[in-house]
T-cell receptor, first 113, second 112 residues
């Protein structure tokens, strides 16, 4: 199994541009999580899905952020418009229903200039 | 918030020494997990301890949990340079959700 796959690995964009981050969870996992990691705030949960349905989006910072999971093998996190303070590493993680362990992807390092 | 606090924030030891990291949390939990993060990588699960357990071992790792003090410790014995990483505790929210709340992390440096 390839594990959780994220793309792109690095993204540099200018303020105001739309950014789309992508995640492919581990096959068979039915929960998917989006996290953001910064030095100042640590690792924050943004949103998570169970069986493709958003369950808790209370961590999404503002309306500029949106996430979708159109099917069990794909999710996107979109920032529109992006701002410099969105610069962070964004992680996607997945887990199966029976286990508590979450499996993390390698992350996307986003830099907004 | 539920976020765990970890101490120390940073720890530097020599290879072969033991490393102990501590985690405190705020509310009731079902279980507590420890994760490792190597620089530039995603987090990797190390060990899980349930709220009705007091101690658990996995290889060179030993985890304790004191629910009365809402605290946990991770001991790495006979450390190696490859153990250099950040270590995070993570707790659930005591309910039936899948949410994990991560601590602030301890940066461990093992000098060869």
């Amino acid at each position: 199994d390839a594990g959780v796959i994220q793309s792109p690995r690095h993204e540099v964009t200018e303020m105001g541009q739309e950014v789309t981050l992508r995640c492919k969870p581990i096959s068979g996992h039915n929960s998917l999580f989006w996290y953001r990691q910064t030095m100042m705030r640590g690792l924050e949960l943004l949103i998570y899905f169970n069986n493709n349905v958003p369950i808790d989006d209370s961590g999404m910072p503002e309306d500029r952020f949106s996430a979708k999971m159109p099917n069990a093998s794909f999710s996107t996190l979109k920032i529109q418009p992006s701002e410099p303070r969105d610069s962070a590493v964004y992680f996607c993680a997945s887990k199966s229903g029976e286990d508590n362990e979450q499996f993390f992807g390698p992350g996307t390092r986003l830099t907004v200039l | 918030s539920q976020q765990g606090e970890e101490d120390p924030q940073a720890l530097s030891i020599q290879e072969g020494e033991n490393a102990t990291m501590n985690c405190s949390y705020k509310t009731s939990i079902n279980n507590l997990q420890w994760y490792r993060q190597n620089s530039g990588r995603g987090l990797v699960h190390l060990i899980l301890i349930r709220s009705n357990e007091r101690e658990k071992h996995s290889g060179r790792l030993r985890v304790t949990l004191d629910t009365s003090k809402k605290s946990s410790s991770l001991l790495i014995t006979a450390s190696r340079a490859a153990d250099t990483a950040s270590y995070f505790c993570a707790t659930d929210d005591g309910g039936a959700t899948n949410k994990l709340i991560f601590g602030t992390g301890t940066l461990l440096a093992v000098q060869p």
